[in-house]
């Protein structure tokens, strides 16, 4: 999955790729196509400079791609690859010259992300930890603790890369054995491993050149007719692996790709970088076979009827001469070769149909057609049904989506902050803490929320919500603390996150000296299914000082066998059950519920209290906290404060008493 997002976020470079290869190419035809010396000369510098830089790209995303899944920081993954593949780079260009460094560089370009990656994973695994915790960001934390393992990983990465290179070396010029094979048995070879390296994304022409050399394409199958001439002519239709006969299987099939569509004209003069990688055939279980058995019948087939006389091959051909043309040239003007080069794109086409149709009806409801009978109708009645299911359920994907999109776009327009509601102690009427509730301030002075957070949430950025809320929040107590005010708040954050180990470490790392102010409110109905990890970590955190409560209780399936198992010190009812108090079923199930709280100990807080008669109702059940628009709504930081001087915060004796 990794290296197929690659290659796709890649395909402009490979569409730009190809359009400057095809100016290069038909610049060597400046006797037939008159170009703009100047403008040429550029458009050549582009593309080698492209060329030489392209294998760094690839290397830098496929790294952060391949990291990402891994669990590791993208950005080091990727810029630990491109740093290790530009360092082999160099080290083989001082040892080997340019033009094997270069040719290495593409070679070790694909693989050098996976080399760095799982070596990396290897090498932390055993490897200790320079800094724990320290009050550092876990970000910068972490990069620390990187860089030992990262050393490591580039040494063994390189000492490695160098003995392949070495090898590579050794293979150069006529000291390779593939040399003094029959040339029949050269040109099997070439084009199995060329097309199999392309097949891995990699660029298997340049790279078996990089081994072999070109002298094999040069030698003669007939006169003075060459083995390049005889693959551009009669085998490589369209490029590798002869992908015009893919595009023409299409055609036959009338399910033409839109790759395909794009791709066509290039195809037309053998560049097939955007149908290899875009349709795609690389990894492509379907089609790698066929890509690599047609060039060799091909090929075997044409050097037989080749060199046997049976068409005339008398002119050497360009590689990007498109066919019809390229066999014109090749047969010296005679309608045998144009004749056989037709049936050979079809017998490519021919090869192709069967694998493409397996590819394009690799689907539940026709994997079903082939085994039940129409009297079977039901079975696939059933995987009908479950498509729809599939098209309902990624509908629904789509949605959280674009609703998240919505929510990143609203964020993006203003500035994530917390607002404080207060919550009132029923005793003393005065200020026993606050509430931290996410907002979103935008230009003008708008401010919005939280509607946003369920969509985040939705879409599984709920963990990095909750970590941004206990770094703004200790943020802000700390601002408060500078001013001689010191509340007790309350953070909302999900089960599921507590279920973290890493979150959990998190919290006490930076909460710190404010453990004995902060207190974390766990949504009821949000528990994880792994609920004995969820309460060793809460156990962890009464340890650290942070004290924990259950909030909208009553709001979920209301697990009362919760509240034995966890260590926590409040419950808070949800606010819909106070809305129901109206009826007398309502009034009874708030009132036994207050009451079984309390004989629990728990301390028992009502939300949503915004009326006197609520404020009256929730006293004669008992609740010690009331929390509500009755006494206020949320506020800003500095109103916050301001609210808790005016009217006395529970403990400080009455008014608080604010530092100069």
Not at 134 to 154: E, F, K, Q
Not at 286 to 297: A, H
Not at 318 to 333: E, N, R
Not at 439 to 453: C, D, I, T
Request: contains cysteine.
């Amino acid at each position: 999955m990794a290296i197929r997002e690659t290659f796709i976020a890649l395909l402009p470079f490979y569409i730009a790729s190809s359009l400057l290869e095809f100016w290069v190419s038909a610049a060597d035809l400046s006797t037939v196509v008159p170009l703009w010396r100047v403008v040429n000369l550029a458009v050549v510098n582009l593309h080698d400079c492209l060329t030489q830089f392209f294998p760094l790209v690839v290397s830098l995303v496929l790294g952060a791609t391949l990291a990402k899944y891994k669990n590791m920081d993208g950005l080091q993954g990727g810029a630990l690859s491109a740093f290790c593949l530009h360092l082999i780079v160099f080290m083989l260009r001082q040892r080997y010259g340019e033009d094997f460094a270069l040719k290495m560089g593409a070679l070790f370009g694909i693989f050098m992300p996976f080399l760095v990656v799982y070596t990396l994973l290897l090498v932390q695994a055993y490897a200790p930890r320079t800094l724990h915790d320290v009050g550092l960001s876990p970000l910068l934390t972490r990069s620390i603790n990187l860089i030992c393992p990262a050393v490591v990983t580039v040494a063994l990465v390189h000492l490695l890369l160098l003995q392949v290179a070495q090898v590579f070396a050794s293979l150069q010029g006529q000291h390779n054995p593939i040399l003094h094979l029959p040339l029949v048995l050269q040109g099997v070879i070439r084009v199995c491993v060329a097309n199999l390296l392309w097949s891995f994304g990699l660029h298997g022409e340049n790279l078996f050149n990089l081994v072999v050399g070109k002298e094999m394409l040069q030698q003669t199958v007939v006169g003075d007719f060459t083995m390049a001439s005889l693959l551009n002519s009669f085998v490589l239709f369209g490029g590798a692996g002869g992908t015009l006969s893919l595009l023409l299987a299409m055609v036959l099939r009338g399910r033409v790709s839109a790759i395909g569509k794009i791709s066509a004209p290039f195809q037309l003069f053998n560049i097939n970088e955007i149908m290899v990688y875009g349709h795609p055939v690389v990894f492509n279980p379907y089609l790698i076979l066929p890509f690599l058995l047609f060039p060799v019948i091909g090929f075997l087939l044409s050097y037989a009827v080749v060199s046997s006389g049976w068409v005339a091959a008398v002119h050497n051909v360009q590689w990007m001469m498109p066919v019809g043309l390229s066999g014109y040239v090749a047969g010296g003007g005679r309608a045998s070769a144009i004749v056989f080069q037709i049936a050979m794109l079809l017998l490519g086409a021919l090869i192709y149909l069967p694998f493409l149709k397996l590819e394009q009806q690799d689907s539940m409801v026709h994997k079903l057609e082939k085994l039940f009978s129409e009297e079977a109708r039901p079975q696939l009645d059933i995987a009908n049904a479950a498509e729809m299911r599939y098209a309902i359920i990624y509908k629904k994907r789509l949605t959280i989506y674009s609703e998240a999109m919505q929510a990143i776009d609203l964020l993006s327009a203003g500035r994530m902050c917390l607002w404080y509601q207060p919550k009132i102690d029923v005793r003393t009427a005065q200020v026993s803490g606050f509430e931290a509730l996410l907002r979103v301030e935008l230009r003008g002075g708008k401010v919005v929320g939280p509607a946003f957070v369920e969509k985040l949430e939705a879409a599984g950025y709920s963990d990095a919500l909750n970590a941004w809320v206990v770094q703004e929040a200790v943020r802000n107590l700390q601002a408060w603390k500078e001013l001689g005010f010191a509340p007790e708040v309350s953070l909302n954050v999900t089960a599921d996150f507590l279920a973290n180990k890493d979150s959990v470490a998190n919290i006490i790392e930076r909460v710190g000296g404010f453990a004995g102010q902060v207190k974390l409110e766990m949504l009821e109905s949000s528990f994880s299914h792994d609920f004995q990890k969820t309460q060793r970590h809460v156990d962890e955190l009464s340890r650290a000082g942070i004290r924990l409560s259950i909030d909208d209780f009553g709001s979920g399936y209301s697990n009362l066998a919760l509240l034995n198992k966890l260590d926590i010190e409040a419950i808070k009812i949800d606010r819909s059950l106070l809305l129901d108090v109206s009826s007398e079923r309502g009034r009874v199930l708030y009132r036994e519920l207050c009451a079984l709280i309390r004989q629990l100990d728990y301390e028992l807080v009502a939300e949503g209290v915004e009326t006197e008669a609520d404020a009256a109702f929730v006293k004669s059940c008992g609740v010690k906290v009331i929390q509500g628009w009755l006494y206020s709504r949320a506020l800003p930081l500095q109103q916050a404060m301001e609210y808790a001087v005016q009217r006395g915060m529970v403990g400080s004796g009455g008014r608080v008493a604010l530092a100069a």
